[in-house]
T-cell receptor
């Protein structure tokens, strides 16, 4: 059983550049989540998809952030005009609709460093 | 304003003894609570959960206790093993029956189990 896969694992960029992260969920999972984790903090919810529909977005998700899941399979998270405060680990997770409540399967994360 | 608080950043216990990790919450609307475990360079993994209608849930060496009146939950690990050394995150949800993945995490407690 392949787990949640994220790419790239680490991205270093200069302030003002755009970055995109990709997440491939577990194949039979129709729910997909993006979380962000900064040093010393727990993961913070960003957004959630059920199949291709984006059903929930956090107020943390500014308009520089956009997430898509065009065919209900993989997802991308794009950050435009990056700022140093965007430096964090971006975690993707997936789950099944009829899975155990709150049981998310996380990927290893994509670490973003904005210089 | 932290809705889920883990006030102990770290805990050290001897192998074979009990580990008790604590978590407090402020939002009385939370209806589901979870514990996740995280090893370095890996994503968090689900450990155990409890619904707000229960006060205890047990799974092998792991037991979660919920005290709703005190807005407090704890994770007991008995007996502790060196492989349990990890960061433990407490999480809560107020979306039971909805996305079930918009989780509010605490900052985590780093458990070290010494041989």
């Amino acid at each position: 059983d392949t787990g949640v896969s994220q790419d790239p694992r680490h991205k270093i960029t200069k302030r003002g550049q755009n970055v995109t992260f990709r997440c491939d969920p577990i194949s039979e999972h129709n729910r997909l989540y993006w979380y962000r984790q900064t040093l010393g903090q727990g993961p913070e919810f960003l957004t959630y998809f059920q199949n291709e529909a984006q059903l929930e977005k956090s107020r943390l998700l500014s308009d520089r952030f956009s997430a898509e899941r065009p065919k209900g399979s993989f997802s991308t998270l794009e950050i435009q005009r990056t700022e140093q405060g965007d430096s964090a680990m971006y975690l993707c997770a997936s789950s099944r609709i009829n899975g155990r409540t709150g049981e998310l399967f996380f990927g290893e994360g994509s670490r973003l460093t904005v210089l | 304003d932290q809705q889920v608080k883990q006030n102990s950043p770290s805990l050290s216990v001897q192998e074979g003894r009990i580990s008790i990790l604590n978590c407090d919450y402020t939002n009385s609307m939370f209806d589901y609570f979870l514990w996740y475990k995280k090893y370095p360079a890996e994503g968090p993994t689900f450990l155990i959960s409890i619904s707000s209608i229960k006060d205890k849930n047990e799974d092998g060496r792991f037991t979660v206790f919920l005290n709703k009146s005190a807005k407090h939950l704890s994770l007991h690990i008995v007996p502790s093993q060196p492989g349990d050394s990890a960061v433990y995150f407490c999480a809560a949800s107020q979306d039971y029956g909805g996305s079930q993945g918009n989780l509010i995490f605490g900052k985590g407690t780093k458990l070290s189990v010494k041989p």
